[in-house]
T-cell receptor, first 115, second 115 residues
Framework: DQQVKQNSPSLSVQEGRISILNCDYTNSMFDYFLWYKKYPAEGPTFLISISSIKDKNEDGRFTVFLNKSAKHLSLHIVPSQPGDSAVYFCAARGAGGTSYGKLTFGQGTILTVHP | EPEVTQTPSHQVTQMGQEVILRCVPISNHLYFYWYRQILGQKVEFLVSFYNNEISEKSEIFDDQFSVERPDGSNFTLKIRSTKLEDSAMYFC?????????????FGSGTRLTVV
């Protein structure tokens, strides 16, 4: 039941360049898509989200793009900084019924930003 | 900034023993969740809790698991008879509502090791 997939287990970028993290989903019954960042020995921390009715949301260095026809979203970080090095999880939120509010996570992508 | 607090940070228990994982959600939050992450795998939904009852539970959340909000501040997850495969990082989370664009706030997790 792979409803949310992050196919790249890791990504390495140079400081100052753009980081692009990708996520695909297979179920249309989601109302929000969220990105969480996780450092070792800490819980996931909310980063940015996008409503299923939008195609772009921007917050400072972070932009999330949603392509509903392709069931694909991406997180762009520009410019990347060494402090951005962490595991990034894509999550989709259930839109209704008993699944309303429930988050389904992808496997995570380890981002390493080199100075 | 308000935090979700989890204790203990690490719990080692013998197979077959009962464990209680404790969480103090953010004080004005109304929805409470437990998720877990087995090493190297996805963050998985276990259970959601609202108005003193379970809203939804996953297939993982069998009769060995229970949740309770005994005193209006703590939110606990009990595993009655632990199995080796229960070894995982357990995350508690809370939210003001299920529709927030900011998702949930997660705690730092309890690492449960069953030996």
């Amino acid at each position: 039941d792979q409803q949310v997939k992050q196919n790249s287990p890791s990504l390495s970028v140079q400081e100052g360049r753009i980081s692009i993290l990708n996520c695909d989903y297979t179920n249309s019954m989601f109302d929000y898509f969220l990105w969480y960042k996780k450092y070792p020995a800490e819980g996931p921390t909310f980063l940015i989200s996008i409503s299923s009715i939008k195609d772009k949301n921007e917050d400072g260095r972070f932009t999330v793009f949603l392509n509903k026809s392709a069931k694909h979203l991406s997180l762009h970080i520009v410019p990347s900084q060494p402090g951005d090095s962490a595991v990034y999880f894509c999550a989709a939120r259930g839109a209704g019924g008993t699944s309303y509010g429930k988050l389904t996570f992808g496997q995570g992508t380890i981002l390493t930003v080199h100075p | 900034e308000p935090e979700v607090t989890q204790t203990p940070s690490h719990q080692v228990t013998q197979m077959g023993q009962e464990v209680i994982l404790r969480c103090v959600p953010i004080s004005n939050h109304l929805y409470f969740y437990w998720y877990r992450q087995i090493l190297g795998q996805k963050v998985e939904f276990l259970v959601s809790f609202y108005n003193n009852e379970i809203s939804e539970k996953s297939e993982i959340f069998d009769d060995q698991f229970s949740v309770e909000r005994p005193d209006g501040s703590n939110f606990t997850l009990k595993i009655r008879s632990t199995k080796l495969e229960d070894s995982a990082m357990y995350f508690c989370a809370s939210s003001v509502d299920r529709g927030s664009q900011y998702g949930y706030t997660f705690g730092s997790g309890t690492r449960l090791t069953v030996v």
